[in-house]
């Protein structure tokens, strides 16, 4: 259950909550291991988390369609859902993705090949929740005077991405959908390959100046001109404190993956407080990375190493307890899950050129087909799975989603970033990282962010309305839950 906070958050008087841990219970659902398929009844554990503070009878569940790792670090992170949870009376439900977290269906051998892993999508994650709500209904609904009880999704990112799917392919089952930073459009045909790095290079170049982009611009050549000899692998070793030496181009190529993701994910998560998202980092983090270099005065080509190697510390040692950098150890949360997705039913085709900070990499399906092959021993099919499965930019027929982006997040390259129809809208949020609306309220949080929230309650309202007056056979009885719910 979740521990309440000193202060909370209304939207009538709005009261900011400090961080603080959200608790609830820990469950799990047998669900098919593969819901298209008729040969087999097998079946595995998905786990979800559960919080019934505000719930009451006739009240929704608000249900978030989990991420590409494990479902406590988004449960913590997206903290709108608790805050708004006494106003619509809601429960509140967080799933987990299949192979992420615990929710493994061969437990250790999940990941092993791909006799195994070949269950991982998000058609199949979709069915996951889908089913799960159909069960939570036989027990929520059972208690009502409602045949059902109504659903609204939320996710973040992937989750978003998600959130939106499961209003667009199972309709019955949610009664909308909140989908923050979801790149839905996030791939060939639909948005170029280079804007997201670009809007990366945007970020830092706005908030921490010119020296710094176009230091960390400089810094590709330089590092594959040192590591050319086994003395420069040996330098940039001990001047980064790498755990095992650089020894082959191929951990240079690791190297090269290691920043940009590093770099990326600090733009992702530039919230204006503390957080430990994806790591423990300070307030505006790109400003605290920035700031590293250009208070640098480097003269050369090691000085620039230097001043980059103290802007590194900010992401990888902040709190000052790490004893080395492990570049084997994937800057991002889920790698290899996601990996597989990457290879699999989400590709989304990244590239860079000279006009953005990173190191030039032009879009190679076939080169990224062999490295999918080379990782996972399988190859993707082609690059239009995701427009194939769920309709690319004609979405029309879809309807009671919102879309929300944060200008300052890469992901919105690839968002919803106009209204599609009078029944799915886009909240454009010009000062905001990575599904910054999602996160619970804090008292630095940005007019702009505050804003979007209260778009998302009004249109949380709507959609409830709707479904109440649609289902409850008594009038009377829906003015009772109009005039008593908040």
């Given amino acids: 259950m979740m521990r309440l906070p000193v202060i909370l958050i209304c939207f009538s008087t709005v009261i900011f909550a ?108 979709l069915a996951d929740f889908a089913y799960l709500i159909d069960d939570l209904q036989s027990t929520y609904a059972a208690t009502s005077d409602l045949k059902k009880v109504p659903v609204i999704a939320f996710g973040g990112s992937y989750g978003g991405m998600l959130a939106a799917y499961l209003r667009m392919k199972y309709p019955y089952a949610v009664a909308g959908a909140v989908a923050s930073s979801a790149p839905i459009w996030q791939f060939r045909g639909l948005t170029p390959c280079e804007n997201f790095n670009r809007i990366v290079t945007n970020v830092y170049e706005a908030l921490g100046g010119v020296k710094c982009k176009d230091t960390i611009a400089k810094s590709w050549k330089i590092i594959r001109s040192l590591t050319e000899t086994d003395e420069g692998k040996s330098n940039l070793t001990k001047l980064w404190n790498f755990c095992t030496p650089l020894k082959t181009s191929d951990d ?72 080395c950098n492990d570049i084997k150890v994937a800057a991002n949360i889920g790698e290899k899950g996601w990996g597989f997705q990457s290879c699999t039913d989400m590709i989304m085709p990244m590239c860079s050129t000279s006009f953005d900070m990173f190191e030039d990499a032009p879009w190679d399906f076939e080169k990224y087909s062999d490295d999918c092959y080379k990782k996972f021993s399988v190859r993707p099919r082609n690059e239009q799975v995701p427009l194939l499965e769920y309709g690319g930019k004609d979405i029309k027929s879809a309807s009671d989603i919102v879309f929300s982006n944060g200008l300052m997040d890469p992901w919105s390259s690839g968002g919803v970033l106009s209204n599609v129809s009078d029944r799915i809208s886009a909240v454009i949020i010009p000062d905001a990282a990575h599904h910054f609306d999602l996160r619970g309220a804090n008292a630095n949080d940005p007019g702009s962010v505050r804003e979007a929230r209260r778009f998302h309650v009004k249109r949380i309202h709507k959609w409830l309305n709707k479904f109440y007056f649609e289902n409850l056979d008594d009038p009377l009885k829906y003015k009772f839950y109009e005039t008593n719910r908040v």
Wanted: charged residues 15%; aromatic residues 18%; hydrophobic residues 35%.
């Fill in 252 to 323: 240079i190529d690791t190297l090269v993956d290691w920043l940009t993701n590093i770099y990326v994910n600090v733009a992702m998560v530039n919230y204006p407080y503390p957080t430990s998202f994806l790591a423990d980092l300070p307030a505006y983090p790109v400003r605290a990375v920035c700031s590293k270099i250009n208070n640098f005065d480097y003269k050369n080509d090691f000085g620039l190493l230097q001043a980059l190697g103290e802007a590194l510390s900010v992401y990888t040692n902040y709190t000052g307890r790490t004893t």
């Fill in 18 to 125: 400090e961080e603080f841990e959200y608790l609830y219970s820990t469950k799990y659902i047998d669900v098919p291991l593969d819901h298209f398929n008729f040969r087999s009844n097998a079946t595995f554990k998905l786990r979800y988390l559960i919080n019934d503070t505000y719930h009451v009878q006739r009240g929704p569940i608000f249900f978030y369609t989990g991420n590409e790792g494990d479902i406590n670090q988004f449960a913590q992170n997206t903290g709108f859902m608790y805050d708004i949870a006494s106003t619509f009376n809601a429960l509140l439900v967080f799933a987990e993705h299949r192979y992420y977290g615990t929710s493994l269906p061969f437990g250790n051998l999940s990941y092993t090949t791909p006799e195994y892993l070949g269950y991982l999508s998000s058609a199949q994650a």
